[in-house]
């Protein structure tokens, strides 16, 4: 990955922050089932990745007066909390969990209080019920909620769960969340039909669930 628009002293830090991110999510020999979906051979390439191509993406296009600096610090690091002292099953509360990892991290590394601040900010707008105050974080939210939707997200996640019916029930929380943290119209425009879609399929899933039996 290379981020052809920023300094070297960026891509020094930047690297510091993301080998130590991978060191803190478990590794491709761990067989936890719980963790599986976080696993540096699932995550780092499926996930991160994405969104910092989406954060370089979207920025060119619709962000272009934002520090790419600070959205791509917040991208790398908006799921920490998936891990970082996480206590329970339940992910609920990870962005705040994310916000502490960010500030023990970009301090040390010589960022101001100003860009930490920001960072922090654009972490907290990947946050569902969140508003972002600044353009980078509504940046961020753009870019996270569009690289889950045009990723194998929500197909990987049926894989990791314990039973359908379940993941049906997340997927249909987690479509809706996601589909409304998208606020640049032309993606939303795009991602239309297939939401549309696969609102169907959880609708005749549930129909055939209440359903099993043919009656004649
Ligand atoms: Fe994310």
Not at 40 to 65: A, C, G, M, R, T
């Amino acid at each position: 990955m290379k981020f052809t628009t920023l300094d070297e002293r960026f891509e020094t830090r930047f690297k510091t922050l993301y080998q130590n991110l991978y060191k803190l999510h478990p590794q491709i020999d761990s067989d936890e089932f719980n963790l599986r979906y976080l696993r540096v051979d699932w995550f780092f390439p499926q996930h991160i990745h994405n969104v910092l191509n989406q954060v370089e993406e979207l920025s060119k296009i619709y962000f272009q007066n934002t520090d790419l600096e600070v959205a791509l610090c917040a991208g790398l690091l908006h799921d920490a909390g998936l891990v970082y002292q996480r206590e329970t099953a339940s992910p609920l509360g990870h962005e705040e969990r994310s916000v502490e990892y960010a500030r023990n991290e970009l301090a040390p590394l010589g960022y101001s209080k100003e860009f930490i601040e920001k960072v922090c900010e654009c972490i907290k707008a990947t946050e569902p019920a969140y508003t972002p105050k600044l353009p980078e974080a509504l940046l961020v939210r753009n870019a996270d909620a569009y690289a889950h939707m045009i990723s194998m997200h929500f197909f990987a996640k049926s894989n990791f769960s314990q039973d359908i019916n379940s993941f049906v029930n997340w997927f249909e929380n987690k479509l809706e969340s996601t589909y409304t943290k998208i606020t640049i119209p032309e993606l939303r425009h795009e991602l239309s039909p297939i939401v549309t879609f696969y609102k169907k399929m959880i609708s005749n899933y549930k129909t055939q669930k209440m359903n099993p039996s043919l009656t004649f």
